[in-house]
């Protein structure tokens, strides 16, 4: 699904940011990445989705290079940055909606899917209200519903955890575990804290300092 060969990324001669970065993931296998905010592993993201250049190595998808991918009809991936992109102006409902009509998804299918994703994500109460207007739980919320929407391959998420408390941390993780499991995808997830690493339950690795390591 995704192999990672000698990746190396570098925004300066003399320090590569990530070093000689190696791993595969098979369909429907899962990895959580720890490291601190110093380690890279936003950048590894960015760099996985061709947002980042990379200085050397090679990324595959689907054994095709990140060179040729399409990524819009070769594979499907899920995103998930602190900071997610919005619609900031539109409602809740309408951000799903939209995630929908560039699919060309019919108007009887794309309102069952959306109202079931506001409902299955309790986002319901707050669907005509700007995505300006909502708070950091709420946009990773929507952020899911929208994934829930659609058919994943492989889901890449950032720490997003850092600014949730701990009820709010627990209701989170259960929506990603189960919306990976209800798509059977691969997932490459990124943590600061080993406690949130052992609450997903997958194969882990250590960050540190740009370099990957399968224990500190």
């Known amino acids: 699904m995704l192999k990672v060969e ?60 990140i060179d040729k991918i399409d990524f819009q009809n070769d594979i499907s991936v899920a995103y998930l940055p602190v900071n997610c992109a ?28 959306v109202n079931n994703a506001l409902i299955e994500y309790g986002i319901d109460y707050i669907k005509n209200k700007k995505v300006k207007e909502l708070n950091y739980l709420e946009r990773l919320k929507l952020a899911l519903a929208r994934f829930s929407v659609r058919n994943i391959d492989i889901f ?15 209701k989170i993780i259960k929506m990603i575990k189960q919306l990976i499991k209800s798509n059977d995808a691969s997932a490459l ?14 194969n882990k690795k250590y960050l540190v300092y740009g370099s990957l390591q399968d224990t500190l």
């Open 189 to 202: 997830i990124m943590t600061e804290k080993e406690e949130i690493a052992d609450s997903f339950g997958y």
């Open 156 to 170: 890449l998420i950032d720490d997003i955890f850092e600014k949730l408390s701990s009820l709010e941390l627990n």
């Open 6 to 65: 000698h990746l190396f990324v570098s925004f300066t001669k003399e320090f590569y940011t990530l070093n000689d970065i190696n791993f595969e993931l098979k369909k429907s296998e899962r990895l959580i990445i720890i490291g601190s905010k110093e380690s890279g592993r936003t950048v590894c993201l960015r760099t996985l989705l061709g947002l980042e250049p990379r200085a050397k190595g090679d990324i595959f998808y689907k054994n095709i290079s």
């Open 86 to 113: 919005f619609l900031e102006n539109k409602t809740v409902k309408q951000n799903i909606e939209y995630v929908l009509k560039i699919r060309n998804k019919e108007d009887g299918y794309l309102g069952i899917k």
